[in-house]
């Protein structure tokens, strides 16, 4: 699967067709100045390549922020808006 890469002012003109492709897993690169500047892609594709946030991975990260007490941290944050 080449990345077919195209200017932005082009892709404007043809956005239909470049969703067509896209939806049949061929995806586009805009560009700007002959910079990347956008991607077309299928919600597939995009799936893929970003990854899902797991609240597991999260877990033990906060380690070492409470004391042995976490309600007695809570209560004091709370009490310094009094």
């Keep these: ?3 077919r890469t195209i200017g932005l ?11 067509s492709r896209a939806h049949a ?3 586009s690169l805009l560009t700007r100045h002959g ?3 956008a991607a077309i892609v299928s919600p597939e594709m995009l799936n893929k390549a970003r990854p899902r946030a ?11 922020l409470w004391s042995e007490s976490p309600a ?3 209560a004091a ?4 808006w009094d």
């Design 1 to 3: 699967m080449a990345l």
């Design 9 to 19: 002012e082009q892709g404007r003109s043809t956005l239909p067709q470049l969703a």
């Design 25 to 27: 897993g061929e995806p």
């Design 35 to 37: 910079k990347p500047y």
């Design 54 to 64: 797991r609240f597991l991975v999260l877990r033990g990260s906060g380690k070492g």
């Design 72 to 74: 007695t941290d809570v």
């Design 77 to 80: 944050l709370r009490n310094e």
